[in-house]
Structure formats: C-alpha cells, structure tokens
C-alpha cells in the first residue's frame, strides 16, 4: 500500500494541577552517573533526552502514515509487546486497510492529556478509499511512561474506534454484472452464463457406491478422490465435487434425481458460446495471479473472483468487471453484522465491441486447419482487424470455469503452446519478405537506380571472403538481373550485395529503416498481449553477445534471415502501409467500449508513422510485388493462377531451426486499390511460394466472398 508522508501540526494541550509541558523530552528519577577521579579526568557523559508522550504519539502516527510497522511495534509498552507481536500488528492494519480499499491515510495529532505516567491523546484520522467516500474519525490513544520511557497502550480500536477484541472489519463485496464481449455484428463472444456445481451431503447419502459411481460418470473425478474429499469434511456438509454445464445437469437429471444425497448449485459463470473460435482473442479467465492480490484486493476484488488473465478478458478487465460496490461492516466472532461503516453501490461492467467478424474469423481459422502458425487480416485503410488466426487453439470455458482439471493441465504441458497468440506474440525469422525493406532501404539511402543496377548470380555468392561462400535459393543462379526483378524473383545474390553495401555505408542504416517500417517494437494494438521481435543493430549484439555487429550479420539480416525476428502482425501491417501509399497504421482490435449508461470510448483510425519512400519509389516496390504473383517469373506465379482479382505480395522461407523452415506469404488485395492486407506464416511447412501462398489465395478468396455478403 503506497503511504503519503504528512507532517502533523503539533498541539499540545495542558490540563490539570502541576502538569509539566511536555516538549520532547521527560525528567528522568535516575541517580546521575558518578565518576572516580583517575589521573585524567573524562568528562561526565549527558544522557541522551528519551522522547516525551508528545514525541511517541506523533511517531506513531508517522509509522503509521509510512507503514513502518516495525517502528510502530517499538512504541508501544512492554507489556502490549508482549500480547501482540510486530508480525499481528502488521496483519491488523493491513486487513483493515486492505478491507476499507484504503489507498492514503492521513492522520493529524490534536491535543494531549499528561497525569504523571499516563497520557492520553486524541487524533484525527482520514481513509481516503478505491470504493468509498473518505472516512473519517476520531481516536484515542493511551500511552504509560514503563521501564524509562513512554509507550503506547495499543489496543485494536486504535485502528478503528469500532474494534475491539474478536471484532474484526470486512468488506461484503457486491460483485456487479460482467460486461459482454461482442464482435462487429453484436453476435456475443463472452456473457454471463450459469454453471452447476455437483457434490453430495454424505449424512444424507442412501447408496454411496452408486451415487459416486454415477458422479465419476458425470464428472470424471476418480472415486478415491471423491471418497477422500468426502471424508475430510462433516458429514452435514455439502461436498462439492466438480463443476458441470448445465445441459449436463439435464441430461442426467432423472438418475441425479432419484439418488438422495446428491445435491446441485448453480451459480454464476463465464460463458463462451463459440468454442474455440476467437479464444486468442476473446482470452480467458482465472484466479487472482499471487504476485497481484493485494492490488486486486485492495479494489474490492475477493479471494476467489475469477479475473480476466489473457486477451480481451485480461486488457479490458477492470472495464467489463465494472464497479464492486458492497458494505464495509465491523463483524462479530459469530460472523454477525455490529455496525456499517460505509457502503458504495455497484456499477456493471462495461460491454467491448470488436473489429472481427466471427463468422469470418471462423472460417480463417478453419482454412488455417491444424496447422502450426497464424494469419492477419486487416483493412490497409484503418488497421482494423478482420480476422486473427492461430494454432493450435484452446477453449477459453477450460480454463475460466475451471471444472476440467485434465483438460486444463494439458494446456499447460502442450510442447505446441496453445495459449501462444502466435498471429501477434510469435516471432520469426521474416525471410525474404524482409527483402521489401532492404530493396527500399538501397532505392533511398544508397540512390541506387532499380532498372540499371545490376548483379550477377550463379548460385553462389563470396563477398565476405572465399571462406564464406552464401548460397542463392536458385541454385543455378539468376544470371544478370537488376534490383527490380531482384525483388520479384527473389534472388538472395542481389540482396547480399545490398545488404553489404549498407552496412559499410553506417551499420545503422538497415536496423533504422527496419524499425521505420515497423518491426522489432510492439505495434500497440489494443486488447492482445503482443511480442516486439528483434531488429538487431550493434547496441543490441552488444549487449547479448558483447560483440558488434558484422558485415556478415548484416548480409544475413539483408534476406530476412540470422537475428531478425518478426510477428505475423507486424508484417500484415507492413504490407498495409505498401499498399495503401506509406501510412504505417496502428492496428485496431477494439473498436469501442460501451458504459452501462450508454455512453461509449471509441477506438479510431490512428496513424503512427509513414513510410520513408518517394512517391516513384513505393510505385517501384509496388509493381515488383504485383509482378511476384503475376509476373512471368514471379516466384508465386503458381500459386495465383486463374485468379479473378490482382494480388500484390512476396513470398518468405525462413531458418526455423528444424529441417523443414517457416513458409511466409503476405501482401495485399487488389492490388491497385487494396481492401485488405493479408500476412500466412507456417512453421516447419516448407516453401512460401508452395505452402503458405495456395492458403493466402484462399484466405483472400474467403475475404471477397464474406465482403460481398455485408450488408
């Protein structure tokens, strides 16, 4: 808890026949040190003033502004040292505090009463709270002058006048309506649902061996694990065994029925009404992460809340969760209510409206299949998300209703990483899709003309020296070719010698124009955790391998290969910002949150940079993309035959570090006046031109056909 410090205005009050001002310091009755004389005199030592009442209640007070409860525990008499110790002392003020969301504390010492060795001071206190209006009060301390010094006689009303012993302060939480989570079409991707919690009273129980035969039926729960958790409690007790859907519930209900002492209680859960579908995006629910509780708890969360953990659930938490509102009550040990010392209504959550379709969505998952990898789909215009696709999947129901324990341990334990985002949080090597930039980075930095510069490739390549011989895709060499079909046929040769050529121009040319085309930092979108890739320059090999950077990583980074990383995301939206003139937006996931009153936060169209290329040059880049599809040498010529509308793009083949590499295709559709930017990366598949371009024409194709189905 984050304690202001204040200074306390002092006020002392005297009252009452021969009382002494008490300035900071008390007369002590000790007999004064004697020292023999010896043949050189030392001088007789002053003993060091001990603090007044004054002094100790306003120390106090500061510890307690500063949550110094160690000090606070010193300043107090030996005696209630003794009843309670640093650690109790602590705990009290900290679940007071944290029950009250108490987020500053202000206290103010106003008068003092002085009897020989009793004092009595009086004190204001301010609780300023996440959930409540400021609550105030006044208090007394009582301090005894014991073994030499003034301490206080602490009892639990110092923290609130309502406490005493066996009283304690609880928050009785009022938890408000989850908002919904909706894609464009106002089709619900998460509501509030309703789950049953199956158990049994075993006083109750008639025939145990048939009614937990039938609840390790119904809920796979092991009949040993059943009998020992029916053990461990009082036979009057309901046991609750595990959660089931409340279709289940209906589907046994005849034999759930007719077994006495099973018993069913519904109670609120989240639910998702498409599956899988989405479930990166949408995200999950869980219990409060350890390391924040008491932030949670400090907001009116309650020990066993579930809370958003991933994806739109996690970023939009404290919107869809709302206001928790409730009673702050001092309770007696039976539990009963004795007094209410505030309350705050609640207020339900807020509603978030997505960019995606989820038809839409569904079916470009369904393209992806159960392959490893991702798709992006974007509006190059806006940056809004029309799909996000990754592989493997999961269901977010598995881990927010938490009722499927095997299911959700395999989750956890899959080597493929199911709850890997791969569409925004996996990074790859680009491949030759990097080439995009490396071609721009030369047309500007080095002023190189794309028709007259020219190459030559045999296949190979020994500009770093005959001991580092590289090797071209095409094994038998491009022959002569200009730095315009370098791009569209893809040559590595020509891309080599470009990436040398930067290099030796300053190191930092290429890592710079990496990151101005957006890659190697988040791209901000809203609503999914996201990786930033590397872009390596010679800070950061530096600082990994205190080496700087070579010629030869440079060359590597040249052809999208070596410590280049990227995410699918990323490189949709560099493919946007070619396609729609050199805007490098800002992709857009959220499109509005919407109040329970009706009012609304809506997420715009934001534009973060523009690409640093001429007019005639991003023309250049332009036709060498569409000619990769269309051109008599494209390299996805192939891919793209027969199709009836125009597609600009690059292929990729990227080191995974297994034998088989990533396969890429991105680009944008059509490609003189796109409408949608599309970004396919498969790992461990292949060839980009083989695998990853016949699904980015198939994905483009699913894209035409649900764009002329709006409405």
């Not at 995606?356 to 789909?377: N, P």
């Not at 974007?378 to 696709?389: R, V």
């Amino acid at each position: 808890m984050s304690m202001v410090d204040i200074k306390i205005p002092r006020r002392v009050f005297l009252q009452g026949l021969g009382l002494g001002l008490l300035v900071g310091g008390c007369t002590s009755n000790r007999t004064p040190l004697t020292v023999e004389p010896t043949a050189t005199a030392l001088p007789t030592p002053t003993p060091t003033p001990l603090p007044g009442a004054d002094g100790v209640a306003q120390a106090y007070l500061a510890a307690l502004q500063a949550g110094d409860y160690a000090l606070m525990h010193n300043l107090l008499t030996p005696d209630a040292q003794r009843r309670i110790k640093a650690q109790q002392l602590q705990a009290f003020y900290t679940h007071a505090l944290t029950e009250a969301t108490v987020n500053r504390l202000d206290t103010q010492l106003q008068s003092l009463l002085h009897n020989g060795p009793q004092a009595s001071a009086t004190f204001h206190t301010t609780w300023q709270t996440r959930l409540f209006d400021a609550i105030e009060f006044d208090n007394q301390m009582n301090l005894s002058f014991v073994e030499n010094r003034w301490g206080i006689d602490w009892q639990p009303a110092l923290v609130l006048p309502q406490l005493g012993e066996g009283i304690s302060l609880a928050f009785l939480s009022e938890k408000p309506a989850r908002g919904n989570i909706y894609d464009k079409n106002y089709h619900a991707l998460a509501t509030q649902g309703q789950m049953i919690t199956i158990g049994v009273i075993p006083q109750f129980l008639e025939d145990e061996e048939a009614a937990i035969k039938l609840l390790t039926q119904i809920t796979r729960v092991k009949p040993e694990n059943i009998q020992a958790a029916m053990a461990a409690a009082n036979p009057n007790w309901f046991v609750p065994i595990a959660d089931i859907t409340f279709e289940t519930s209906l589907e046994y209900d005849n034999l759930l029925t007719r077994l006495t002492g099973i018993d069913r209680r519904a109670h609120e859960v989240r639910a998702y009404n498409d599956g899988e579908t989405a479930a990166h995006i949408i995200g999950y629910m869980g219990a409060i992460p350890a390391e924040h509780k008491e932030t949670y708890l400090a907001e009116g969360y309650q020990l066993g809340d579930l809370v958003g953990l991933a994806g739109v659930e996690g970023w939009a938490e404290r919107s869809l969760a709302g206001q928790r509102g409730g009673r702050l009550v001092t309770l007696a040990p039976t539990q009963n209510v004795l007094s209410e010392i505030a309350s705050a209504p609640t207020r339900a959550g807020s509603s978030v409206y997505l960019t995606i379709d989820t038809l839409f969505q569904a079916t470009v998952e369904h393209l992806l299949g159960q392959r490893l990898g991702a798709i992006v789909v974007m509006d190059p215009h806006t940056g809004a998300i029309y799909a996000l696709a990754s592989y493997p999947r999961f269901k977010p129901a598995v881990l927010s209703a938490g009722f499927d324990v095997e299911a959700w341990t395999k989750l956890y334990t899959d080597e493929t990483r199911p709850l890997v985002n791969r569409a925004t949080q996996g990074v790859y090597p680009p491949g030759s899709i990097f080439k995009i930039v490396t071609m721009s980075a030369g047309l500007e930095a080095l002023g190189l003309d794309p028709k007259t510069t020219t190459y030559t490739c045999t296949g190979k390549w020994d500009g770093l020296g005959k001991e580092f011989v590289k090797n071209c895709w095409l094994e038998r060499g491009h022959g002569t070719i200009n730095l315009l079909d370098g791009l569209t046929q893809s040559c590595d040769v020509v891309f080599y010698n470009l990436g040398l050529a930067l290099h030796r121009q300053d190191p930092q040319l290429l890592p710079d124009w990496a990151r101005a085309f957006g890659l190697g930092n988040p791209t901000g979108i809203a609503g999914v955790a996201e990786s930033g890739g590397v872009v390596p320059d010679n800070a950061w090999k530096q600082n990994k391998f205190n080496q700087p950077l070579f010629d030869g990583d440079t060359v590597n980074v040249a052809i999208g290969q070596g410590f280049m990383l990227t995410t699918p995301l990323q490189i949709a939206r560099l493919l946007a910002a070619i396609g729609n003139g050199g805007r490098l937006l800002k992709p857009r996931l959220i499109d509005r949150l919407v109040n329970p009153d009706g009012s609304e936060q809506v997420f715009e169209p934001e534009e973060i940079g523009t690409l640093l290329l001429s007019p005639e040059n991003l023309n250049i880049i332009q036709s060498s993309l569409e000619a990769v599809v269309s051109g008599a040498r494209g390299t996805a010529r192939q891919a793209f035959e027969g199709i009836t509308y125009t597609v600009a793009g690059k292929t990729g083949t990227s080191e995974s570090g297994q034998e088989e590499p990533h396969a890429w295709f991105a680009g944008y559709a059509p490609a003189d006046n796109p409408r949608v930017a599309i970004a396919v990366v498969l790992e461990h598949a292949g060839e980009g031109s083989k695998e990853a371009a016949p699904l980015f024409r198939q994905v483009g194709e699913a894209f035409f056909e649900w764009e002329a189905n709006q409405t």
